[in-house]
């Protein structure tokens, strides 16, 4: 272990802007909810409506989990926030430990430390205790924040507690998953896979009376299992804390085991000769990001089919309450609640290709960081060209997986509303509608690695994760306009909608499309490196 604490520090300092701010979003957004509640439901019987309904829909039950007591402002924010946050802590962990540990020996800074005086299991157990540390500030401020708005304390600190189980249990799992794969890459999409069959398991568990068992599976099920402001069973957030014990043991078993800058599974040997699509850029482009790509795509049709197929039952969420239909309609600007829900999930399905967009965007920076760019671009291949095929990726990737869960979402709720052809352009046209903010967001990325290119990631994700937040938190804290209007998701018209205007997509690409050549043109003049 020597050498921890400076290895703490080295991690907090990296992460100094990025993780409070998703410390702080995440942790006030329950609260402005449960402050809200009495104006949302102000008489027992909307309560009363609310409570049957929703505890009795299998469909919302996918989306949000079990709802034990929506008659209470701390029920109902448990209820609505639970699985949301559970989730997001767990991605930020997984992230957090990957970038700490994995992302670290593929760069070759891990070996540099290792040559000093730095302990063989101190960079682990660094990034643990940081995204442990983050999750628990997560659910610490969850309970600081509900308590202060008159919330009993018991359940504010098992709804705490919960969300920052779930941080910790999926720091473990990436820990793990870190010592299997070589790469980084790896190591963050064989967590995320886990997390999404988190979901999944999650999401049978709790929309079937018969298959409830599963719930007791899935670590973002316990934060509800535990039941806060409905007669809490704190002894369940016991199970966040086994998996992360045996996690953090598996992976200080695994790291011994294995060499520094590999994985245990060995990677696969390539075959002797290139073939002849590699011998472009666009090949090379394709061969980098045609893995990736396939499997988003396969992820956004199944979440879209999953969203669409519990349209028609989203009613059931809002009860007899007229002020909240109003305020949900007023939210998507949209004839009928349905179509508003519609709109809402076509713009978390472009939140998702947001991330996908930074990603390849980052990719050049990878490639350029390892080494690998310099010998391409030492060929006949000029910047230029090198850059716009991964950007062309950037574009087209985005395009290809809103596609795909518009497609997804369309079929599902149009065969069971019995109008497929409506439905399925609708939620088609929703999900591309999403297109020019992504396409921005992309833009900003490839500016970020053309013009700072060692601050390429920090402010790419930075960017993101504030579009992401404003978008989905943004409405619910009760942010300012000119605060909404940061992100470019704001500016997107609702699809299906009656004000669909194309004036902010018009501005939106065009802005996009001047950074993009912006990013291109200083590529060309900056030193590789």
């Not at 939210?331 to 399905?349: H, K």
């Not at 997804?408 to 999900?431: E, I, K, Y």
Request: proline share 6%.
């Amino acid at each position: 272990m020597t050498g921890l604490g400076a290895l703490v520090r080295l991690a907090l300092r990296r992460d100094r802007v990025l993780v409070p701010v998703w410390v702080l979003v995440l942790g006030l957004v329950p609260a402005s909810t449960a402050s809200a509640y009495d104006q949302l439901y102000p008489d027992p019987a909307a309560r009363a409506t609310l409570n049957a309904g929703t505890g009795s829909n299998p469909s919302i039950a996918v989306l949000y989990g079990r709802a034990y007591d929506l008659t209470t402002a701390g029920g109902f924010a448990a209820w609505r926030y639970g699985v949301v946050l559970a989730l997001l802590a767990g991605l930020i962990a997984i992230f957090t430990v990957t970038r700490h540990t994995r992302a670290e020996e593929d760069s070759g800074r891990s070996e540099l430390l290792g040559s000093a005086v730095v302990g063989r299991r101190a960079p682990l157990t660094a990034a643990l205790l940081v995204a442990g540390g983050q999750a628990v500030a997560t659910g610490l401020l969850v309970a600081l924040g509900m308590v202060a708005t008159g919330l009993p304390a018991a359940g504010a600190l098992v709804f705490g507690a919960g969300i920052a189980g779930a941080g910790v249990a999926f720091a473990a799992v990436a820990a793990v998953t870190a010592q299997l794969t070589g790469y980084s890459r790896s190591a963050n999409g064989l967590a995320c896979g886990v997390l999404g069959a988190a979901f999944l398991v999650r999401a049978v568990g709790d929309s079937n009376p018969g298959t409830g068992w599963l719930s007791w599976l899935s670590p973002l099920s316990w934060t509800q299992l535990a039941r806060p402001f409905a007669g809490e069973r704190p002894w369940v957030l016991l199970l966040p804390l086994l998996v992360a014990a045996v996690g953090t043991a598996s992976a200080f078993a695994l790291l011994p085991r294995r060499d520094l800058g590999s994985g245990l599974w060995p990677a696969r040997l390539g075959p002797p000769t290139a073939p002849r699509s590699l011998s472009s850029p666009l090949g090379l482009a394709w061969r980098l990001h045609r893995g990736a790509l396939a499997g988003w795509t396969t992820a956004m049709l199944l979440i879209g089919a999953v969203l669409g197929s519990i349209a028609d039952g989203i009613q059931g969420l809002l009860g007899d309450s007229a002020q909240v239909r109003d305020i949900f309609t007023r939210m998507g600007g949209a004839q009928g609640i349905v179509d508003t829900y519609l709109a809402l999930i076509a713009g978390l399905f472009g939140a998702i290709a947001a991330v996908h967009a930074v990603l390849v965007c980052l990719r050049m920076r990878t490639e350029e960081a390892e080494g690998r760019a310099d010998p391409v671009l030492a060929t006949a291949t000029s910047r230029t060209a090198w850059t716009t095929t991964h950007l062309l990726f950037a574009l087209l990737g985005p395009a290809a997986l809103l596609t795909a869960a518009g497609l997804g979402a369309g079929l599902a709720h149009g065969l069971r509303a019995g109008d497929l052809p409506t439905q399925l352009t609708h939620a088609t046209t929703g999900a591309l509608a999403q297109l020019p903010a992504v396409w921005l967001i992309a833009a900003i990325a490839a500016l970020a690695f053309a013009l700072l290119p060692r601050a390429a990631a920090p402010l790419s994700w930075t960017t993101v994760g504030l579009a992401i937040a404003l978008t989905l938190f943004g409405p619910a804290l009760n942010l300012p306009q000119p605060a909404l209007d940061l992100s470019p998701f704001t500016h997107i018209p609702k699809i299906p909608g009656p004000d669909a205007h194309p004036t902010p997509l018009i501005w939106l690409t065009t802005l996009a499309a001047a950074l993009l050549l912006t990013a291109t043109l200083t590529f060309r003049r900056r030193d590789i490196g």
